[in-house]
Every structure is written in C-alpha cells, then in structure tokens.
C-alpha cells in the first residue's frame, strides 16, 4: 500500500496493541476483529499494525503468564539475555520489532486495558506532549465523559509497554470483569479507536487547525494501600461510600475503608483528591486499593 503523507513530522506506523494482559478481552478482540477485517483501521496516510501482545496468557486466560508484561520493558529487562521469563522474551521480541531503534519502529501507539475500576473510557499518558494534548482535546471533544488520566514521573523509568513512542496512550475501559465482555464498552473503546485513527488521517494532512483550549485531565499523586494486620493480611475493604465513585471528588474526613471490625477509615488529606482504579481486582497483588490524583485544567 501507498502511503503519502503530507507533513513532516507525520505519523507513518501506528500500532494498536490489546492483550498485554491476557484476562482483558475488550482490546483482545478488538485486534481480532480489526485482524479479520483491516480495511477497518487502514487509513492512506499510514500503515497500522496490530498486536495480541501476550497470546500465552491469553490461551489460559491469566493476566500473564510469569509476570505483569506491562512491567517489563525496563532496560534491565530489555537487556537479560536468555531469561525464561516468558514476559520478558516477548518484551524483548516486541521492542525488536517496533521499538525506537529498531528498523520497523512505530510512532504511535494505542494500548487497550480494561479494568474491575468503573473507569468509563480513560486515555492513560505517560507523555504530556503537544500531540497527546491535541488528539485527548478532539476526543474530549467527541466523547464529551471520556477521561484524561496522567501518569508522568520524570524520576522514573517507564516500564510499560506505551515506552515504545512518544506518541500516543493507554485506552482503560471498565468495568468489566476479567475474562468477560461488555457489548457496550466493546463499542465504545472501537469508536474511539476509529476517532483516534480519524484523527491521524487529517493531521498527516495538515488538515487540523489548532486552538486555544482547556483540558481537564487527572494528574497522579499517589497509591494507597488496604488497611492491613500486622502480618500483611486483609484488615478491610473499600468503603461502600466510595465504592465505584472514581474521578469523584473524595473530600478530608469522607470514608475510605470500612475494617472487618465495623471501623470505618477516614480520608485524613488537607485537600481534595479524585480517586481511581479503585478496588480494581488486578492490583490486590500490587497492594494498590486506589490511585489518588489531582484534578487540573491545562492548556491545548
């Protein structure tokens, strides 16, 4: 195919990328069916890709295999020679097709998620760059509940599988339960796709023309964990006044956590915070009860 883009930084391969976590079927078969019928995602100014990111685990219907894939593109990973860990070989494989220095990189990429959290339809940076603040502004725009989390440290080396560009995000639906789909959010996440995809077409074109806009996005600040025993068991759950309420404001003194005592656990911050991913049953193991964010308007 012939793809002729007409700016210079233009985009030429985007990648769409589900199943980096083998019990999350909303991006499963969305690279399935985009697999079956490409015309779907073809578009005449770049070439897209797709990718079942982590097919072992996908076959038993677990997360992952050995460990998180989207945890192991740190370069310590990256450069192990020879590991067993499954993971890591098609982290390794992954980066050697696509990645920066490879000879077919990408320069965009969409991860799809989807989570237990009621997380809508959530675009996930880890680069707050001029492109990922316009195509967040024109999708905002189109899908007036879509939700802008930011997940930046500079401190940090990102070892997620968006480290492969610059350009582009993770798409987190939910809820929805592992191993399962929703119809309505599998419709919605494929909308977004073709909006994103939509949009790539006219900005290889030089057909978009930029704006002064505002953006409210939903800045990380920290996880916090369950109460816990002494022993590092359970001590309580979510309370079932937050329960489901994520991007919803969580005020000083408003319940967090109800103990299998009766206790209840208040928020004790000086200022408001907006939770999400809360009680999202895939981070029980990373003892994650919820991410705490800020929520910011910026300029586009």
Request: proline letters at 5%.
């Amino acid at each position: 195919m012939n793809f002729t883009p007409q700016t210079a930084d233009a985009i030429r391969r985007v990648a769409i990328v589900g199943g980096t976590h083998g019990n999350e079927w909303t991006g499963i078969y969305l690279i399935k069916k985009f697999e079956r019928s490409p015309k779907l995602v073809t578009r005449s100014t770049f070439e897209t890709l797709t990718l079942l990111a982590n097919p072992r685990a996908f076959e038993i219907n677990k997360r992952y295999v050995d460990r998180d894939l989207n945890r192991c593109f740190r370069r310590e990973h990256l450069e192990q020679s020879n590991s067993e860990i499954y993971e890591i070989q098609r982290a390794q494989w992954i980066v050697e097709r696509w990645g920066k220095q490879g000879q077919g990189k990408i320069d965009a990429i969409f991860d799809f998620h989807s989570s237990t959290a009621h997380m809508g339809v959530t675009l996930i940076w880890v680069k707050n760059n001029s492109f990922n603040r316009q195509i967040a502004a024109h999708l905002k725009g189109i899908f007036p509940d879509l939700n802008i989390y930011s997940w930046i440290d500079p401190e940090r080396e990102n070892p997620s599988m968006k480290s492969l560009c610059d350009r582009g995000f993770s798409i987190e639906v939910g809820p929805v339960a592992p191993g399962m789909l929703d119809a309505a959010l599998f419709e919605k996440a494929e909308q977004v796709i073709h909006a994103v995809l939509d949009y790539i077409e006219r900005y290889n074109r030089g057909e978009l023309i930029g704006g002064d806009r505002t953006l409210t996005i939903y800045q990380f600040l920290r996880v916090v964990d369950y109460p816990r025993t002494e022993t590092g068991e359970l001590a309580g759950m979510i309370h079932p006044q937050l329960q489901g309420r994520d991007y919803q404001q969580l005020n000083p003194g408003d319940p967090m956590f109800l103990k299998f005592d009766g206790t209840t656990i208040y928020y004790d911050g000086e200022t408001p915070v907006w939770p999400i991913f809360i009680n999202e049953v895939a981070y029980y193991e990373k003892a994650i009860a919820m991410v705490l964010t800020r929520r910011e308007a910026i300029a586009v």
